[in-house]
């Protein structure tokens, strides 16, 4: 069984002090940081961008950056990502015409890539394009904004991919918490995105703990 990672969304924490939240969470025990992208087209949104990533990265050395592009031209921003210290590209199936180019350019641009669907796109739409990513994401809630309820009924999803690709990195991200996550991991999910569940904790550390082991059991 893949190991089960734990990735923070910092999305609703405090924005203003985005390098303090990141060592806060990074502190706090987590696998990797989810940064959530946003740019007000593909999602009725807007969060940041690569100048900012750039940023973070001096600050926060050695995290992993998952970075979860809910952008509608996601080939625009590889490079600038790339430049700025991304470790993984998730685009949306949804924004893209050619997802094998795209995460062509990705490797090629030296981060893992990786192929996000929304709830409404069924799990036949990505299985094509999985030979061709390194992570595939299902969202368990419409992306746009943190703090939203779980959707069970997308873990069909999820154990169709495990049972079809065994040695994929799945990712699940949205509504994802302690009273989740067991049938996140049940399913075969063993990258766990969660957002408000750790940032809304006065105690992150516990949170990120019960996570993983809950998870890994
Ligand atoms: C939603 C984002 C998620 C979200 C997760 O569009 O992609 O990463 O921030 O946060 P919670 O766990 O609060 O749903
Ligand atoms: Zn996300």
Redesign the pocket.
Same mark, same amino acid.
């Given at each position: 069984k893949k190991l089960a990672r734990v990735g923070p969304?910092i999305?609703?924490s405090d924005l203003s002090n985005l390098a303090g939240e990141c060592e806060r969470i990074m502190n706090s025990g987590a696998d990797y940081l989810?940064l959530?992208v *946003?740019d007000g087209h593909f999602?009725p949104?807007l969060t940041f961008g690569h100048p900012i990533i750039k940023c973070l990265r001096h600050k926060v050395k050695e995290a992993f950056f998952d970075m979860?592009m *809910?952008v509608a031209n996601p080939e625009a921003w590889v490079e600038p990502v790339a430049d700025a210290g991304g470790d993984q590209y998730i685009f949306h199936l949804e924004a893209t015409s050619d997802p094998k180019t795209l995460c062509r350019k990705i490797r090629e641009a030296g981060m893992k890539a990786g192929i996000g669907i929304k709830p409404k796109t069924p799990i036949e739409a990505v299985v094509p394009h999985v030979p061709h990513a390194d992570v595939i994401l299902i *969202? &368990?809630?419409?992306?746009?904004?943190?703090?939203?309820k779980?959707m069970a009924d997308m873990m069909p999803k999820v154990e169709f991919l495990r049972k079809t690709f065994p040695e994929l990195d799945i990712e699940v991200?949205?509504?994802?918490?302690l009273d989740s996550v067991q049938t996140c991991a049940q399913a075969g999910a063993n990258m766990i995105?969660?957002?408000?569940?750790? &940032?809304?904790s006065s105690e992150p550390q516990v949170v990120i703990a019960e996570l993983r082991r809950t998870a890994q059991e």
């Open positions: 969304s999305l609703n989810h959530d *946003m999602v949104n979860h *809910m *969202m &368990t809630v419409e992306p746009g904004f943190g703090g939203q779980f991200d949205g509504g994802v918490g995105v969660s957002g408000t569940a750790v &940032t809304g």
